[in-house]
């Protein structure tokens, strides 16, 4: 069985999927760390440089040939926008148990404020980015199977937790 875990940046996918990998002995692939890979370049970089476009067709890709390998036993960490294409989100349900690791505006805004490496977030009013990024992706994830609200919970907390409902 794989877990793919879902949400908004500074949710935790990162983390707590690094931690339920650990505490369930499976492995763990990151999208975006593996996109980096494959590119030679951060995300942000990607971003500024090519587009938010392009950004989200490798990632498409790489989603569809992640679940060409078919892994087993596999914690997946997306991208918080993997979700705003159909298609994705039919793969991420195929793929594995789909968890939302749901982040307040508040505590996504507290957990990325210092973070320079989020292109969409650049901009002076970030907290009125993330309210609004959140409310236009809430449907998409809420379709996950699980869903978790991480505020305040440590990512061992929240694996723990993902481990229960499992």
């Given amino acids: 069985m794989n877990v793919v875990l879902i949400?908004?940046?500074?949710?935790?996918?990162?983390?707590?999927?690094?931690?339920?990998?650990?505490k369930k002995e499976m492995d763990f692939l990151?999208?975006?760390?593996?996109?980096?890979?494959?590119e030679g370049r951060k995300i942000s970089?990607?971003?500024n440089e090519n587009g938010m476009d392009f950004f989200r067709d490798k990632e498409s890709v790489l989603l569809e040939e992640i679940s060409r390998k078919n892994p087993e036993n596999?914690?997946?960490?997306?991208?918080?926008?993997?979700?705003?294409s159909q298609e994705n989100?039919?793969?991420?349900k195929?793929?594995?148990r789909v968890v939302w690791l749901d982040v307040s505006p508040l505590h996504a805004h507290e957990r990325t404020r210092n973070?320079?490496?989020?292109?969409?977030?650049?901009?002076?009013n970030r907290r009125a980015v993330i309210e609004e990024l959140l409310r236009k992706r809430k449907p998409f994830y809420q379709e996950a199977e699980l869903h978790i609200q991480v505020d305040g919970k440590t990512p061992e907390q929240v694996a723990k937790e993902i481990e229960g409902k499992l």
């Fill in 7 to 22: 949400g908004f940046m500074g949710s935790g996918k990162t983390s707590v999927g690094k931690a339920l990998a650990r």
């Fill in 30 to 38: 990151d999208m975006d760390e593996e996109i980096e890979k494959q």
């Fill in 45 to 47: 970089d990607i971003v």
């Fill in 74 to 84: 596999t914690v997946v960490a997306t991208g918080g926008g993997v979700i705003l």
């Fill in 89 to 92: 989100r039919a793969i991420l």
């Fill in 94 to 96: 195929k793929l594995g």
């Fill in 115 to 124: 973070d320079d490496n989020r292109p969409l977030l650049n901009h002076p």
